[in-house]
């Protein structure tokens, strides 16, 4: 799977630089006809039989030799399929071939033609630097046998152009080789933080497991033992002909069953809620259950939530749980709200009940009472 995703990164790559390549080899091919036009003596090669035609020849030439590399620019994709040298080894030979027949043109298309065969090494291999080392050295080859031939004179500007684009090459290939293994770097990092959240996740699976166990134990399992414990006595009392007993058993019996029923209900919607990713979500499943539970109409009105994380969001849950439990139980109403609002840029909530409440003085004097 790997290599298959780098074959697909190196093909896509290799796709993005036509454009720029091509443009650049454009370029080069209206300089090696510009230098071709305008030199005196311009022509092919000596070996080559049209030797001695016209001079505006050799520019036609000279652009047609950088067309058909140009097209092995565009076809490049297609030709790192079939064999991955051809993408550096096609153009190559072209370079090579045309340099040869167009002895005036050879620095112009040894210069111009180097920087691609360069982005195409930095491309198709991780280690470059011995195909690099060789197509450098044969185009000193090339450069001192252009040399032999046209003079040490015009053979140093050739040389000193074409160092001058060699490091300009290596200076960037440096700079991608250094962007490169940052992206390595940060793609371990980003494999280690994966690896990590995998393993904080499962250990969250694990430690919600323990909490459902758990509240299922404290509620429902608890809840049945003691429904069974109170089923035996009643029958047990019925066995004795002592029915009146066995009735009071049965409706104790009963009332456990709803408390358990309404733990029940409350640990599902506690664990249905968790499965929210918003606070309001939440907020409506625990007032369905305690409407459900205690016939207590709770109205939720939650505008203004913050981004909380999953574990925040089951603490506030748990809380506004408790509290409507309370009001259900202990304030003697069917109205409750719960309403949330930041201010000040904090957030908070509020449960309002319409019970009976409390008067704060007699608690006093009935707490003086008692001391007294």
Known sequence: MTNDYQKQQIIKNLKAVRGPLIAWMLMVGCLAAFVLDTMHGSQLSYRIAIARQTRSVAPLFAMFSIGSVMLSIWFSPRLYIHAKWMVVGLPLILTWIYSIVLVNGTPVIYIGTY??????????????????????????????????????????????????VMVFVLYFWR??????????????????????????????????????????????????????????????????????????????????ARDALRDSRTTLTDLRSTTEESLPARLQLVAEAIDKNYGLNVTVHADEVPDYSPSQLTEITRIVSEALTNVAKHAQT??????TFISGNVFKLQVIDYGSGFDNHDRKIKKRTIMG
């Not at 450069?143 to 040389?159: C, E, P």
């Not at 089923?231 to 009146?244: C, I, P, R, T, V």
């Not at 069917?334 to 309403?339: C, E, L, M, S, T």
């Open 175 to 256: 700079i991608y080789y250094i962007q490169l293994r940052e992206r390595q770097h940060f793609e371990d990092l980003y494999n280690e933080l994966k690896l990590a959240y995998a393993q904080v996740e499962e250990s969250a699976v694990h430690a919600e497991r323990q909490r459902v166990a758990r509240e299922l134990h404290d509620t429902l399992t608890q809840g049945l033992a003691g429904l069974v414990m109170q089923l035996e006595a009643a029958n047990s009392f019925m066995h004795k002909g002592q029915n009146d007993r066995a009735k009071e058993i049965v409706e104790k019996a009963i009332d456990i």
């Open 334 to 339: 069917d109205q409750a709200v719960i309403r």
């Open 115 to 164: 920087p691609v065969f360069m982005v195409y090494l930095i491309i198709i291999y991780d280690h470059p630097h011995k195909i690099f080392t060789c197509i450098t050295f044969v185009y000193f080859l090339v450069w001192g046998a252009y040399t032999a031939i046209v003079g040490w004179m015009q053979g140093l500007i050739v040389l000193l152009a074409f160092v001058f």
